[in-house]
């Protein structure tokens, strides 16, 4: 019964939080500074899940597999390299890794 009222509450706010900008914004244009704010959100989001991905393992920092295949990619796309190539490469970096530790 605890698991379902936590769901309940999740939804409850979620709704809140998504209806609470066309409610108090009414219409109104968005200043340009706030419009910059939410154009670096994603980005921002982004980087730390990669970071959180590469540099944790659910406790504590650590460098491993996944850091170097991290790394991997991100020399890839650093050197101008399609995405699709970093992303192969950084998995078989750590399934490599991974698979010799």
Same mark, same amino acid.
């Given at each position: 019964?605890?698991?379902?009222? $936590?769901?309940?509450?999740? =939804? *409850?706010?979620? =709704? /809140?939080?998504?209806?609470? #900008? +066309?409610?108090?914004? #009414?219409?109104?244009?968005?200043? +340009?500074?706030?419009? !910059?704010?939410?154009?670096?959100? %994603?980005?921002?989001?982004?980087?730390?899940? &990669?970071? /959180? %991905?590469?540099?944790?393992? @659910? !406790?504590?920092?650590?460098? #491993? *597999?996944? /850091? &170097?295949?991290?790394? %991997? @990619?991100?020399?890839?796309?650093?050197? @101008?390299?399609? $995405?699709?190539?970093?992303?192969? &490469?950084?998995?078989? =970096?750590? %399934?490599?890794? !991974? *698979?010799?530790?």
């Amino acid at each position: 019964m605890n698991v379902w009222v $936590l769901i309940v509450g999740c =939804v *409850a706010a979620t =709704v /809140t939080i998504k209806a609470a #900008g +066309p409610v108090l914004l #009414g219409g109104r244009e968005l200043p +340009p500074v706030m419009l !910059r704010v939410i154009a670096y959100l %994603a980005p921002a989001l982004l980087s730390a899940l &990669v970071v /959180t %991905a590469a540099f944790a393992d @659910g !406790r504590e920092l650590h460098v #491993g *597999a996944e /850091t &170097v295949g991290m790394l %991997a @990619g991100g020399l890839l796309l650093w050197r @101008g390299n399609p $995405l699709v190539l970093a992303v192969l &490469v950084a998995m078989v =970096v750590t %399934a490599g890794l !991974r *698979a010799v530790l």
